[in-house]
């Protein structure tokens, strides 16, 4: 059993950063792929990013390209996504998730319960 806390979320203007953090309570985490999904209200959950448990190879959706990073300190067990100049579409309830194998869909075993972020234009 893998649990997940993020953490990092607040209030930020356009333009501005912040980062997230997804810690995990298990050391068998850095044997896991790590994502990173968001939602705004009203719409569906959505892949932003992931990471491999070597943090070898990662994935993003193109529309955070360039402007978000996810990289993982398997020692600290915790995986972090870097967001610069956000938008005001960046913002959403931002989740992290882990599994064995990495996927851009929302097929991953394990969750966190989200942390908001909200940009502000």
């Known amino acids: 059993q893998v649990q997940l806390v993020e953490s990092g979320g607040g209030l930020v203007q356009a333009g501005g950063s912040l980062r997230l953090s997804c810690t995990a309570s298990?050391?068998?985490?850095?044997?896991?792929?790590v994502a990173w999904f968001r939602q705004a209200p009203g719409k569906e959950r959505e892949f932003v990013t992931f990471i491999n448990w070597s943090g070898g190879s990662t994935r993003y959706t193109d529309s955070v390209k360039g402007r978000f990073t996810i990289s993982r300190d398997n020692a600290k067990n915790t995986v972090y996504l870097q967001m610069n100049s956000l938008k005001p579409e960046d913002t959403a309830v931002y989740y992290c998730a882990a599994d064995l194998v990495a996927s851009t869909r929302p097929a991953y075993g394990f969750w966190g319960h989200g942390t908001q972020v909200t940009v502000s234009s």
């Open positions: 298990a050391r068998t985490f850095r044997s896991y792929a």
